[in-house]
C-alpha cells in the first residue's frame, strides 16, 4: 500500500513472533515496493539463514 514503514514495521513482527516463513515472504509479490529497502534485504537475509538452519536440522 505504499506505506513502507508499516510494512516493516509488521514484516519484523511477524517474522519475530509469528510466522518467519522465508520462502513466503522472499516471493510476495506484495513486497516488490520493499525489495531495494535495506531494511527488508537484511531482514530477508537473517531469515534465510534461519530458514537455511532449521531445513538442515530437520530434514
Known sequence: MNQPEQAMKWLQV???QAFPCYP???G???S???RKDVRFISSMAQQKRQWEHYS???D
Do not use: K, P, Q, Y
Open 24 to 26: 513466503l515472504f522472499e
Open 14 to 16: 511477524i517474522a519475530e
Open 32 to 34: 516488490d515496493n520493499l
Open 56 to 58: 538442515a536440522t530437520f
Open 28 to 30: 510476495d509479490t506484495n
